[in-house]
């Protein structure tokens, strides 16, 4: 990895320690800073400076509802001071989620994510690993949700986060090296 690689931040939600677990895999590839979004939807203060000093900003969140949760919801809403100072613009972004369910609505989720940075003027990242989705798959094969956005993980809604497929979160960590990566590269260009 580059020096890069440093100046990814992965901003997240988690209900029950799901979405941690993937946020912490999507870190481990991105060798990126976490930051969590608390139970009342807000992050320290001082965290809304390492936004603005970021090459690449992960959203994550799980899918509630058909989409992300209220709490994400509210950080998005309060980034509105950053959009009106174009102060995310052109950043790399990705993001990531889960559901209990197989389908569980994520691609609104992960449509969402790709909204919110397309009005921050940002460039999205893909995920770039083909789906697992022949007979011989199995639960812990990548991308086994058979994305194309970007991660989504399912897990049942009684299992603990310990549980997570493993495919899943090596999905997530190879996802938070791609956009690391990607970021890496065009920073560089930016300083050729």
């Known amino acids: 990895m580059t020096q890069y690689s440093r100046r990814t931040v992965i901003v997240y939600h988690s209900g029950y320690g799901h979405t941690q677990r993937m946020a912490e895999a999507v870190a481990a590839g991105a060798r990126g800073t976490l930051i969590p979004i608390n139970g009342e939807g807000n992050i320290p203060e001082d965290a809304w400076n390492t936004l603005a000093a970021a090459d690449a900003i992960i959203f994550g969140s799980p899918t509630y509802m058909g989409g992300p949760s209220w709490q994400?919801?509210?950080?998005?809403?309060?980034?509105?001071?950053p959009w009106s100072a174009d102060a995310w613009k052109d950043k790399v972004f990705g993001g990531f989620t889960n559901s209990a369910s197989m389908n569980g609505d994520k691609l609104n989720t992960l449509q969402y994510f790709v909204l919110l940075a397309g009005q921050h003027g940002g460039l999205w990242?893909?995920?770039a690993v083909k789906p697992a989705n022949v007979k011989a798959s199995e639960r812990d094969d990548p991308n086994r949700m058979g994305s194309y956005i970007a991660p989504m993980a399912q897990c049942d809604a009684d299992a603990a986060p310990e549980e997570m497929s493993v495919g899943d979160l090596e999905t997530a960590r190879h996802y938070g090296a791609r956009v690391a990566e990607f970021a890496a590269r065009l920073a560089g260009a930016n300083h050729a």
């Not at 994400?72 to 809403?77: R, T």
């Open 72 to 81: 994400f919801k509210k950080f998005a809403d309060a980034s509105s001071k």
């Open 125 to 127: 990242v893909s995920l």
